[in-house]
């Protein structure tokens, strides 16, 4: 009965000429997805959210996006998602300069949850991609590219233990982020705008940002050898 549902409703109705029906279609492919994986879960059904991401709505296009973060926030998902993730991932990567910026935004949240699902799927040129939307005059747009820049850059760090978490100034485990940080800066070459920069990451880096005495020990102090 399902199966004549999905072909007698469904695969009519998701191109519908009616935009609102063509996003509640994918809307609901997402959630039966989600609550029948073991059904609906494979590429004979992920291909149609797929191809709707290039709807020329962007309101469908969303809910295309959507629906997809509800499968790849679940880790216990991911391997069922592989296969499509390398044929859409490109597509993926082109809706982060979507010009509806909704759009865009859950585009770069949707690669924030495939890079923490698998960290050898983006490309760094994929990457590269998202990393200079930091800059973007969008703030919805920068602060979840910010948000990517940070999970992928600064969140990859080994466990410390607690000695090394007690060090303050330069020796602080926030130093090295802070060159990191400052690295990505200048290779951007765009000197105009560090306030972009600091204002996309405000949000999800904090604590980093406001590490006052860190940043004042790397300023002050003289550089250790081999340092510029």
Request: net charge negative; proline share 2%.
């Amino acid at each position: 009965m399902m199966n004549a549902i999905f072909k007698g409703v469904f695969v009519h109705r998701y191109r519908d000429a009616i935009a609102e029906i063509r996003a509640i279609c994918i809307e609901e492919i997402g959630v039966w997805m989600k609550m029948y994986s073991d059904a609906f879960l494979n590429d004979s059904y992920l291909k149609y959210v797929g191809w709707t991401m290039h709807d020329k709505q962007g309101e469908v296009r969303l809910k295309c996006l959507t629906a997809l973060q509800g499968l790849y926030y679940n880790r216990e998902l991911n391997s069922k998602l592989e296969l499509f993730t390398s044929r859409f991932k490109d597509r993926i990567v082109s809706m982060t300069l979507d010009k509806e910026y909704d759009v865009a935004v859950q585009a770069i949240k949707l690669l924030t949850l495939v890079l923490q699902s698998s960290d050898e799927v983006l490309t760094a040129e994929d990457c590269e991609n998202v990393y200079h939307l930091v800059y973007s005059a969008h703030r919805p747009v920068a602060v979840a590219a910010g948000e990517f820049l940070y999970k992928k850059l600064f969140s990859c760090r080994e466990p410390e233990d607690d000695g090394i978490l007690k060090r303050r100034g330069r020796l602080s485990p926030n130093a090295n982020l802070v060159k990191t940080l400052v690295f990505f800066f200048l290779e951007s070459e765009l000197h105009e705008h560090a306030a972009y920069l600091v204002d996309s990451m405000w949000d999800c880096a904090t604590e980093l940002l406001k590490d006052w005495e860190c940043m004042n020990s790397l300023l002050l102090d003289d550089p250790l050898n081999g340092e510029e």
